[in-house]
T-cell receptor, first 113, second 115 residues
């Protein structure tokens, strides 16, 4: 079983829709939870990070963490064609005095005008 | 521009050759990484250096050898290239991983194709 599971999609939605992206994980040692966005032929860029269970909002984006269920989500409101990208969840845990980061496989999102 | 820059962007080479990829960051970060992203977009850590010291060395063939001449540079040398080495290699940097949250700043990637 992979430490981090993420549905690869692709996910196609009409412009203006609410998008829900999810990851599950198996290791309760994960402490920090992150979402990255990766446009085609570019490096991933950090969108949001959270530490504890609960919600964190930044503009049209909301990150949600449920540690009891080992489940994290990213919601995108009023989705735009420019949101079309691959979204990778990532989470980190202590390892040898450092934080070791594990990425999900990414969900490809297409927002259709 | 503050960034993580890596060269070359594209690399096409024959099996058995030796090649190097270079990475530089001007963000003042102490930690740098090499990641490999396969055709299914899975990002896998290869190496990490903290202030020139190797701190993460995942199960990677010893044909891959990282080198960090200073904390702003991290290079990757690959000997005897194989078809399976074809992938996108990303360099990244971050502040010293410690008690607080942190995120990576990634370069644009080097698309390696071995023929």
């Amino acid at each position: 079983q992979k430490e981090v599971e993420q549905d690869p999609g692709p996910l196609s939605v009409p412009e203006g829709a609410i998008v829900s992206l999810n990851c599950t994980y198996s290791n309760s040692a994960f402490q920090y939870f992150m979402w990255y966005r990766q446009y085609s032929r570019k490096g991933p860029e950090l969108l949001m990070y959270t530490y504890s269970s609960g919600n964190k909002e930044d503009g049209r984006f909301t990150a949600q963490v449920d540690k009891s269920s080992k489940y994290i989500s990213l919601f995108i409101r009023d989705s735009q064609p420019s949101d079309s990208a691959t979204y990778l969840c990532a989470m980190s845990r202590p390892s040898g005095g450092y934080q070791k980061v594990t990425f999900g496989t990414g969900t490809k999102l297409q927002v259709i005008p | 521009d503050t960034a993580v820059s890596q060269t070359p962007k594209y690399l096409v080479t024959q099996m058995g050759n030796d090649k190097s990829i270079k990475c530089e960051q001007n963000l003042g970060h102490d930690t740098m990484y090499w990641y490999k992203q396969d055709s299914k977009k899975f990002l896998k850590i290869m190496f990490s250096y903290n202030n020139k010291e190797l701190i993460i060395n995942e199960t990677v063939p010893n044909r891959f050898s990282p080198k960090s001449p200073d904390k702003a540079h991290l290079n990757l040398h690959i000997n005897s290239l194989e078809l399976g080495d074809s992938a996108v290699y990303f360099c990244a940097s971050s502040q010293v991983p410690g008690q607080g949250p942190y995120g990576y700043t990634f370069g644009s990637g080097t698309r390696l194709t071995v023929v």
